[in-house]
């Protein structure tokens, strides 16, 4: 099920934890305050933001990042999470952002003078330095006493990385990530999962592939998807398969193939471990949705 930690970093600057986990799209809705800056970090899954009482939208992928400032109309963050998808949004408002940059405001486009009465949207990639710290705001397991002194220092960490992208910084070390090329290798291992979702490579050949050891590779894994290699890969499979049933242009048992399953019985079982009803059940609710 979805749910969503707002984390008071300081005034006027908040972090907001958002995970869903359920089987449903989760839908928040939180008024912002006109002239605060946005940030939204995709880590997995994917979201959307709902602008203009529903006449516009923006999707967030994972490993993508959002910039929101519009210093001329409230923006409030209206999103519809996915089914197994996690999103770190950093709210902070302009005079205090700019506080942290006073003396190199140049280096921030909407800061300059010309720019900053002006509204301000942006996607980019997360770096793999940004994505030791995000996965970092989700695994947190130190004391409780220190958790708001912890996520301060994640907050200012991540705008800092956020903005250090003509730099190499150095990620923050932890046992199985070292550094930001090992991200990178874990990334890529998914990309090879997923290209290759109906005969996946074992845990063996993907670790030689990439060049990690076994150990780092399920480990780092783990950490910044929040899964193991092949839990990850069914979710990515059932929302894929659901979406090939949305679309109407395939049958169960062709569905099924598409994503790996020789026999429709495996599917409709993996089916209805993930989402408890059976893709025959799936596809007859969204018939009776449609002729209403």
């Given at each position: 099920m979805g749910s969503q930690d707002l984390i008071t970093i300081e005034n006027d600057f908040t972090l907001i934890r958002l995970q869903n986990d359920g089987n449903e799209n989760f839908h928040v809705l939180r008024p912002i305050p006109q002239g605060?800056?946005?940030?939204?970090?995709?880590?997995?899954?994917?979201?959307?933001?709902?602008?203009?009482?529903?006449?516009?939208?923006?999707?967030?992928?994972?490993?993508?990042?959002?910039?929101?400032?519009?210093?001329?109309?409230?923006?409030?963050?209206?999103?519809?999470?996915?089914?197994?998808?996690?999103?770190?949004?950093?709210?902070?408002?302009?005079?205090?952002?700019?506080?942290?940059?006073?003396?190199?405001?140049?280096?921030?486009?909407?800061?300059?003078?010309?720019?900053?009465?002006?509204?301000?949207?942006?996607?980019?990639?997360?770096?793999?330095?940004?994505?030791?710290?995000?996965?970092?705001?989700?695994h947190y397991n130190l004391n409780q006493q220190i958790k708001n002194l912890y996520y301060k220092g994640k907050a200012y960490e991540l705008l800092s990385l956020y903005f250090n992208r003509s730099e190499d910084p150095n990620a923050e070390q932890c046992p199985f990530l070292i550094d930001e090329e090992n991200v990178l290798k874990i990334r890529k291992a998914k990309e090879i999962i997923i290209a290759n979702m109906a005969e996946p490579p074992g845990l063996e050949e993907l670790s030689e592939k990439v060049g990690l050891s076994l150990k780092k590779l399920k480990m780092g894994f783990k950490q910044i998807y929040g899964d193991t290699v092949y839990g990850y890969l069914f979710d990515y499979k059932m929302d894929y398969a659901r979406q090939l049933l949305d679309s109407g242009s395939y049958n169960v048992n062709e569905v099924g193939l598409k994503i790996g399953y020789s026999t429709g019985s495996h599917f409709i079982a993996a089916f209805k471990k993930k989402f408890a009803t059976t893709p025959k059940k799936y596809l007859m609710s969204i018939n009776s949705n449609a002729s209403i």
């Open positions: 605060l800056i946005q940030f939204h970090f995709g880590l997995k899954g994917r979201a959307k933001f709902v602008f203009n009482e529903g006449n516009y939208a923006l999707e967030l992928r994972d490993e993508k990042s959002f910039l929101f400032y519009n210093p001329q109309k409230e923006l409030p963050l209206n999103l519809e999470l996915a089914p197994n998808s996690w999103v770190i949004s950093v709210i902070i408002s302009i005079q205090k952002f700019h506080g942290l940059f006073s003396s190199d405001a140049n280096h921030i486009p909407f800061l300059s003078n010309e720019n900053k009465d002006r509204k301000y949207y942006k996607e980019e990639d997360i770096s793999p330095s940004m994505a030791i710290v995000l996965s970092q705001l989700f």
